[in-house]
């Protein structure tokens, strides 16, 4: 009796596989996994399942799985969707151990499609069978020659075998990513195409290449997080194993997304969430694709710098100037060399100018001189690492021109080394690849490839918090989802964040026209109180500097008249009375618990024009202080409160201890909120939270 199988073997190298719709018609798209498998060395048996031929290019054909007799490791099902269901049943009652169905109309589709997804599912665990896809394209494992999928780059003859695997939520961006990696010389490990991911998906896919010993990176090319706790749990361990996972995601805008609440749902829009999401796992991420395909050899066998300092060598004044502007935009520092590498250098007879760009010319073109200079260069540790550019000579003397860079990176793996080569210089190109030196054909990529190198963070440490049980009670005790600022202030500051001293006044006219208001301190800023009301100052419900008694009341009355004429049919709570209180400066803090990633803070530039802006910094919630110091760093309109030329710095530690108190809501059954404005006092005088929202999750509302 036949071993079964582990999923990874039978996935990446199944003994036996089954194509269930194979086609004997070469002009079909359902014969090409068969055509591709033996065009490209598999040598285990194939077993066509057709019901209406003996034999499929000339291997006997079977009307079932169930009759071939033999054990089947793996299944490739291209039938019509309403046959989709049967095959699987055939699958599982025929002991087969994994099948990838390229079949399309399930959960892609919509509800109807959804349900049969389901349907197969629960089918498949049931009969022990693991399923990949639906409307996924298939499997490709170049070193072991299983090629079983109909993607038709694999027409082309011959493939190259790497170390890198891909796994892709869009089936045909593994042809494209194929394509592009061969032209390049860069050869690919494992290719997945997930599909729907209704079994199998990113996260366990990413955990069988952690475990394989033939790859030592992993792409990931995603639309979408479905399991954003498996692949942060993947992530976490592909780092301790040295294994970096480098991601390109698609869907940058967020059209069709239901707006949410508050300015935060505007603002973590636009895959936002998911950036903040990756990095937190520890993901480097290009924007890219050339990037993608060429960034890894910059990432093996390094961890996250501390520093983004580079030193810039380069054979051509322009090239290097490229590269440099490249680079504006993204905090990156460009360093001349050291005075110890100018000193050593000059020992050997080579003068370099103590400038940004090191710019050799045509002595660059000499290899001893090159290599001379990248030595020091990429001995010195006042930069974090070496951009390496070379001429016209890369096309024409790739031996003079690139391999004094690929004896100097073997020499000294330590430091970071990027190549721009300025010509069309492929055989160059592959010289580099095959010397593991990350090479770039474009400086937009080079740049995107450092950028991303210096974005790049070890995994964040998971923190361990006890509910805030004061917190979870005012919320527990709040009536409907939506909480109005009264009460969603309450919630902040029981979580630790300052909120400014109110009175409220009632909804009522005559009460208001009746009432003392000379116990107040003035000068006061009046604002309507309602659950109902986002924005106040859309519907005239904010009045600032009310100076004494009479003003208040006449303010009061002023925004109970223009709200009622605004929104009629909004609750309201009353009159919301705030001492005017000064600062330096002001900030939006907001909390969304994304669909996608879960918990997500955002903090960004305060105001009605924060959208405008979008100067903002996100990350998972709930975060420490730490990670909080490093969002304020992020928004680049705090920088006058940091005492920018000799402006008042502002308390931005009260500030960083703020967000880190708000990011518990995380903890709580909490949807969104956001503080806008938080007022930043003089450094030492803190800050305070000045309004506020929040939204209950639906499923929790009283």
């Not at 199988?5 to 068969?34: E, M, T």
């Not at 009759?67 to 055939?90: E, N, Y």
């Not at 500097?545 to 049919?569: H, T, Y």
Request: glycine letters at 10%; proline letters at 6%; charged letters at 20%.
């Amino acid at each position: 009796m036949s071993t079964l199988p582990s999923v990874a073997d039978a996935l990446f190298r199944p003994r036996s596989i089954a194509l269930v719709g194979a086609s004997g018609d070469q002009n079909k798209h359902a014969s090409l996994p068969h055509q591709y498998l033996r065009r490209h060395g598999y040598g285990g048996e194939i077993f066509p399942i057709n019901a209406n031929r003996d034999s499929v290019f000339g291997e006997k054909a079977f009307k079932s799985v169930c009759l071939v007799g033999k054990p089947v490791d793996h299944a490739f099902i291209m039938l019509p969707t309403d046959s989709v269901r049967d095959a699987v049943s055939d699958c599982c009652r025929a002991g087969v151990r994994c099948a990838t169905i390229l079949s399309n109309g399930f959960a892609e589709s919509g509800e109807s499609g959804r349900l049969r997804q389901e349907e197969l599912v629960d089918l498949a665990r049931e009969g022990g069978l693991r399923l990949l896809g639906p409307n996924s394209l298939g499997i490709i494992n170049l070193p072991d020659r299983v090629a079983l999928s109909a993607n038709e780059i694999l027409s082309l003859p011959e493939l190259r075998p790497g170390r890198t695997s891909l796994i892709s939520q869009s089936g045909s961006l593994i042809g494209a990513l194929l394509s592009r990696g061969q032209a390049r010389g860069l050869g690919f490990a494992k290719m997945i195409s997930v599909g729907n991911e209704a079994d199998l998906g990113v996260s366990e896919m990413g955990e069988m290449l952690v475990d394989d010993p033939g790859t030592d990176a992993i792409f990931l090319f995603l639309e979408t997080i479905r399991d954003a706790d498996g692949i942060a749990a993947m992530t976490r361990r592909a780092f301790a194993a040295g294994k970096p996972v480098i991601a390109f995601r698609v869907g940058r805008s967020d059209v069709g997304e239901q707006l949410a609440a508050s300015h935060t749902g505007a603002l973590v829009g636009s895959g936002a969430a998911m950036d903040a999401f990756l990095r937190d796992i520890g993901v480097v991420r290009v924007e890219t694709i050339d990037a993608l395909l060429e960034v890894a050899p910059l990432i093996k066998g390094h961890r996250p710098p501390t520093g983004r300092r580079v030193s810039v060598v380069s054979t051509t004044g322009g090239g290097g100037a490229l590269v440099i502007d490249a680079l504006a935009g993204h905090d990156i520092e460009v360093v001349p060399p050291s005075e110890t590498a100018m000193t050593n250098l000059a020992a050997q007879g080579i003068t370099i100018s103590r400038t940004p760009l090191v710019d050799l010319t045509l002595a660059g073109t000499n290899p001893k001189t090159y290599g001379a200079v990248l030595r020091e260069m990429m001995r010195s540790p006042d930069c974090d690492l070496i951009v390496s550019i070379v001429g016209s000579s890369s096309q024409f003397r790739p031996d003079r021109a690139v391999l004094p860079i690929a004896a100097a990176v073997e020499q000294n793996s330590a430091m970071p080394v990027a190549v721009f080569l300025t010509p069309h210089a492929e055989t160059s190109l592959s010289l580099l690849s095959e010397a593991n030196v990350a090479a770039f054909r474009t400086p937009e990529s080079c740049a995107d490839a450092m950028r991303a190198f210096f974005d790049w963070r070890a995994p964040r440490p998971v923190l361990d918090l006890e509910t805030p049980h004061a917190a979870a009670a005012l919320l527990a005790a709040a009536p409907g989802s939506s909480l109005d600022a009264r009460a969603a202030g309450a919630v902040f500051e029981s979580l630790g964040v300052p909120v400014v001293p109110e009175t409220v006044l009632p909804a009522d006219t005559d009460a208001i026209r009746a009432m003392p208001l000379d116990t107040l301190t003035y000068p006061v800023v009046a604002k309507i109180l309602s659950a109902d009301i986002a924005h106040k100052t859309e519907v005239g419900g904010v009045v600032v500097g009310c100076k004494d008694p009479d003003a208040l009341r006449a303010a009061a009355l002023r925004i109970l008249e223009s709200v009622a004429r605004a929104r009629p049919e909004a609750r309201l709570a009353g009159i919301q009375v705030q001492p005017m209180v000064r600062g330096i400066g002001e900030v939006l803090l907001g909390y969304r618990r994304d669909r996608s990633v879960g918990p997500v803070v955002t903090l960004g530039v305060g105001g009605v024009l924060t959208e405008i802006y979008r100067d903002v910094a996100v990350r998972l919630a709930p975060l420490d202080v730490a990670g909080a110091r490093e969002m304020i760093a992020e928004v680049r309109g705090l920088a006058p409160l940091r005492g920018y030329r000799g402006l008042p710095k502002g308390d931005l530690e009260a500030l960083a201890q703020a967000i880190a108190s708000f990011s518990h809501l995380a903890l709580l059954d909490v949807s969104e909120a956001e503080i806008n404005p938080v007022l930043i006092r003089a450094e030492g005088e803190g800050v305070v939270a000045l309004d506020a929202l929040l939204e209950r999750e639906v499923d929790h509302a009283v």
